[in-house]
């Protein structure tokens, strides 16, 4: 799955990674949401490759208030 943050929209709420530690984290440097190092392509913060069997990353994203996690197959 291909994982898409609208980092500039996040509120720091930290449902994303509360919900899905193993892909989601707080970024140190500003509080939002980033994916972990393990799973970001290309250095960018914003965009990673999930697991397929990595089921709490869309129920991060539906449960995500600003609907800015975005995950295509």
Known sequence: ?????????????????????????????DGMSQVVEAY???????????PDDLDCVRTAADLCPVEIIHVQD
């Open 40 to 50: 970001c392509t290309g250095g960018d913060w914003a965009t990673g490759d999930a």
């Open 1 to 29: 799955m291909k994982v898409t943050i609208d980092r500039d929209e996040c509120i720091s709420c930290g449902t994303c990674w509360e919900h899905c530690p193993e892909f989601f984290e707080e970024g140190l440097d």
